[in-house]
């Protein structure tokens, strides 16, 4: 079921990193400009973003971004479309590091929106899956 959200992208933990820690430009810029209109995340992002916390008061600033957009939960359905995609991949014979990067993916392809990143993975997965990524 596709349940496309007008304006919006799934924001990985990748290129969240690289705007809260003022990295790659380009990525950390994209961002600040999606969050302007809607962003998407999902549990998986919170886990990864929240886990990586160095205190207290890091974690309070990634919980005020975090606001800032939809949190989508994972469904049993994400966990099934993510093995389609990591077995597609590998068919494909394009390696995906990450499992939890295909529960990302997945989010996004039920709800028909590509991913922000900055993480090879969902280029990946893109080049051989109808996942889609945002441009940077």
Do not use: K
């Amino acid at each position: 079921m596709m349940l496309s959200m007008d304006r919006s992208v799934l924001v990985d933990t990748s290129a969240l990193i690289e705007f809260l820690n003022d990295g790659h430009q380009a990525v950390a810029d994209e961002v600040e400009r999606v969050l302007a209109t809607h962003i998407t995340t999902c549990d998986a992002v919170v886990m990864e973003l929240t886990a990586g916390a160095q205190s207290e008061s890091e974690l309070r600033s990634i919980t005020s971004l975090l606001a800032m957009g939809h949190n989508e939960a994972v469904t049993s359905v994400d966990f099934e479309i993510a093995a389609t995609l990591y077995r597609t991949a590998r068919r494909s014979g394009v390696t995906v590091r990450s499992m939890l990067d295909c529960v990302i993916a997945a989010v996004a392809v039920r709800l028909g929106i590509p991913v922000l990143h900055h993480d090879r993975d969902f280029d990946a997965l893109a080049s051989c899956t109808e996942v889609r990524v945002h441009p940077v």
